[in-house]
């Protein structure tokens, strides 16, 4: 197979840097999304997940703590 020699100039090589890294990126966020429906299927095959009701509940309880006032209902 030959081989060719490209002289880039910076702001294209910053750019091929830069998609590179975003491509790693997705690549992450996948293998965590991955990770994190293996979890919940796990945990629904185990019986341990929250009713919506219940996720809801506790999703108010972090917000008012985050925010320092009381959960609403």
């Known amino acids: 197979m030959a081989t060719m020699n490209v002289s880039l100039l910076d702001p ?3 750019l091929i ?3 590179q890294g975003e491509a790693q ?3 992450r966020w996948l293998a965590d999304l991955d ?3 293996t979890r919940g299927l796990g945990e629904e095959a185990a019986g341990e997940l929250l009713s919506l009701e219940d996720a809801f ?3 108010r ?3 008012a703590a985050l925010s320092g006032r ?3 209902p």
Do not use: C
């Open 35 to 37: 990770a994190s429906i």
């Open 70 to 72: 009381s959960p609403q």
């Open 61 to 63: 309880v972090e917000i």
């Open 25 to 27: 990126d997705e690549a």
């Open 17 to 19: 840097r830069r998609d």
């Open 12 to 14: 294209m090589r910053n």
């Open 57 to 59: 509940a506790e999703i």
